[in-house]
């Protein structure tokens, strides 16, 4: 009989590095799967969200959610990958996204770090569809409806990345009470966290009656997050695109929207909403719009508003072209606008940059926010470089085309 030793010398040698690479490829199944089965195959897949919630992934590890699959309660990550070996959530099979719902719970918490999760539906969560509360997570392809939040960027949140998902509905408020000033909900993206981009969405019917404002809702609102990026999204039919706050003793410093287009057939609306030092959630510091396209046609909107104490510290403005059946922009300073935009609306209380005008800017329709020819926001946009930016410069439009000799507006010609 050989010996041990011998056996062992005889044996093919199996790297470290390999066994340290290797990874697992979960499956579940909300009709077909079974707690008790492997898990590690679509055809023995687990069944609850509980299983997973209790496996111990690893770096590179995945699950894969059968898709007309439907789970109720909470789906909570709290392992980590690492930026090469992400954990990763996706969808498999043929049908409607695997959805997760209860009002019980948040649908789906993110915890730990490195997490790539795409292919997912959360809708009519207790609070959020999404929470991200970890750092260098990602979210792709997903949906969130019918909840207080679509997505929900926790403070300590950071380097999350939304992007090229639908965000529909999130219709719902979390405090809604007569008196005070302190409703809110109907939120599409909210970020409390630093760091963060959202990029590519799809957002729609972010809006809820409030007793306090009457309607209440963002796309997307930045209230205590930092340095964070919106750009490359599609708005339609929200409350506002974006507003922002910072309690006493935080902030909301250095947000940038570019290359936004927002539209809304509603009564009322707004593209964005800031506020100097004299308001009791301000100041917000450092916030740059630029490239964005905005049609809100109806008597009781506003473009822009920066108020109790605006100045170019505050608000930034270039390159945009902002349509509005009320107020195209409002400033209790003077300077938020520096640039390069066309503006139409029944009034204005701002001062104009340089090559920024008041002007039927001729987008195709009501809708579609793209050029005719004749347009004077042809032409009329401003080279921004990295330094303007304080960080990259963007290259490319909502459409991915290069910019060249820049419009005004999220559309390049």
């Excluded at 960027?153 to 007569?178: A, C, E, K, Q």
């Excluded at 007793?211 to 930045?222: L, M, N, Q």
């Excluded at 936004?260 to 450092?286: A, C, Y």
Aim: aromatic content about 6%.
């Amino acid at each position: 009989m050989l010996s041990v030793a011998v056996l062992s010398a005889l044996l093919p040698a199996v790297p470290s590095a390999a066994l340290a690479q290797a990874s697992t490829t979960y499956y579940v199944d909300s009709r077909a799967g079974d707690d008790a089965a492997a898990g590690t195959s679509a055809t023995t897949p687990w069944k609850s969200l509980d299983k997973v919630n209790a496996a111990e992934l690893k770096p590179g590890d995945s699950v894969s959610f059968k898709r007309g699959s439907a789970f109720t309660g909470g789906l909570t990550l709290t392992a980590s990958g690492t930026a090469a070996r992400p954990i990763v959530i996706k969808a498999y099979g043929s049908g409607a996204l695997p959805k997760i719902s209860g009002t019980e719970a948040d649908c789906v918490v993110v915890k730990g770090n490195h997490w790539r999760i795409s292919g997912l539906r959360a809708s009519g969560c207790r609070w959020s569809g999404f929470e991200l509360d970890g750092d260098s997570n990602e979210l792709s392809g997903v949906q969130a409806d019918r909840n207080i939040a679509g997505v929900f960027v926790t403070p300590s949140g950071s380097r999350n990345t939304i992007r090229d998902s639908v965000l529909t509905d999130n219709n719902r408020m979390s405090v809604n009470d007569s008196g005070g000033d302190n409703d809110s909900g109907a939120f599409g993206v909210l970020l409390n966290g630093d760091d963060n981009v959202v990029t590519g969405n799809t957002i729609t019917g972010s809006y809820a009656k409030s007793e306090d404002y009457g309607t209440d809702g963002a796309a997307v609102e930045i209230f205590n997050g930092d340095r964070n990026r919106v750009t490359h999204n599609i708005s339609r039919n929200n409350e506002t695109f974006t507003e922002l706050g910072a309690q006493k003793g935080k902030t909301a410093t250095g947000n940038i929207f570019a290359f936004n287009v927002v539209t809304s057939s509603r009564s009322r609306g707004s593209f964005l909403i800031t506020r100097g030092p004299r308001h009791v959630v301000g100041p917000v510091k450092g916030t740059v719009a630029v490239h964005n396209s905005v049609n809100l046609p109806a008597r009781d909107t506003i473009g822009w508003s920066c108020h109790d104490g605006c100045a170019p510290s505050i608000l930034r403005l270039r390159n945009n072209v902002i349509v509005v059946g009320g107020e195209s922009g409002w400033e209790d300073g003077a300077g938020a606008d520096e640039a390069g935009s066309v503006y139409k609306g029944r009034t204005a209380r701002f001062k104009l940059g340089p090559k920024s005008v008041m002007a039927d800017p001729k987008f195709v329709s009501r809708t579609d926010l793209r050029l005719r020819p004749g347009s004077p926001a042809l032409g009329r946009g401003v080279t921004l470089t990295p330094a303007w930016y304080g960080g990259k410069a963007f290259a490319k439009d909502v459409n991915g085309k290069p910019l060249s000799k820049p419009d005004a507006g999220a559309y390049q010609s």
